[in-house]
């Protein structure tokens, strides 16, 4: 545990010598939030504009939450890293050491998600202040619980999924196309366009069974209290499956990337 608490201080230090860089990121990353702002403001405008039991200030509310959840789970560039490690043969060190490159990666991971996120709490506490009006908070100790539990598992699903695909360079030199393409289908699926549960409920019966669902929206669903009881119960069993299956995903991509490594570079 020692040798990764070290690779987690240099992952932080690392992360600093590129603080603007995060920040500027952090910065123009929230300016999408004032067109979706004033997109559901004139939806809302519009007679009938409610819908699935939104309202103007929810819809708000739920993506303050979508940037404040994103930052707290979603990797950056991560795969990038991990798949120029394998192409220029630097994953080479690791082989010969008693060092699992996975938690090496996780350490890496949970360094960036840290400065990350104390980068972007300045802008995002002046934006929550804004909109504080649309602030409503569980009264229920266990929706608190349960959110949090939500978001661990969320964020270990992010990491092992962006692991898998990175893990992609033992067969090809470009992971780009492959990683737009899932990143598209999480985009979409994954409640950052929009609420999921604003879909048809035939829709939203098969998104449930996909990983994208538990990826973002199912802790920010049970935080603003649109999953519970018996529902919230299944959305957590089901994304603890999911959790089991991107970590079993991300082990079996390392043992099977391994046999066709050639260990060229380095």
């Not at 939450?65 to 789970?73: E, P």
């Not at 780009?176 to 829709?203: C, H, K, N, R």
Request: charged share 10%; glycine share 8%.
């Amino acid at each position: 545990m020692k040798k990764y608490i070290t690779v987690f201080n240099l992952g932080l230090q690392n992360t600093f010598v590129y603080r603007w860089n995060y920040f500027l990121r952090a910065i123009f990353g929230l300016i999408p939030l004032a067109g979706t702002v004033f997109l559901w403001r004139a939806i809302f405008r519009e007679p009938g504009g409610g819908m699935h039991g939104y309202t103007y200030g929810s819809m708000i509310y739920y993506y303050l939450l979508t940037i404040v959840v994103s930052n707290l789970v979603t990797p950056t560039e991560d795969e990038w890293q991990i798949a120029a490690d394998i192409r220029e043969g630097q994953i080479n060190s690791f082989l010969t050491k008693p060092v699992s490159y996975l938690a090496y990666r996780f350490s890496i991971f949970l360094s960036g998600r840290l400065v990350f996120t104390a980068v972007t709490i300045p802008p995002i506490i002046v934006i929550l202040f804004y909109f504080r009006d649309y602030l409503a908070f569980p009264s229920n100790v266990m929706t608190y619980v349960c959110a949090f539990l939500s978001l661990i598992m969320a964020a270990l699903m992010q990491f092992f999924i962006t692991y898998s695909l990175a893990m992609m360079a033992f067969w090809i030199l470009e992971i780009t196309t492959i990683v737009f393409i899932v990143y598209s289908f999480e985009y979409f699926l994954g409640g950052q366009m929009f609420p999921v549960d604003i879909m048809p409920a035939g829709i939203q019966a098969v998104m449930k069974w996909l990983p994208f669902y538990y990826e973002l929206f199912c802790p920010i669903a049970i935080f603003m209290e649109r999953l519970r009881g018996a529902e919230m119960a299944q959305a957590l069993a089901i994304q603890t499956g999911w959790l089991s299956i991107t970590w079993a995903a991300a082990h079996f991509m390392w043992k099977r990337g391994l046999g066709h490594y050639q260990a060229v570079g380095g």
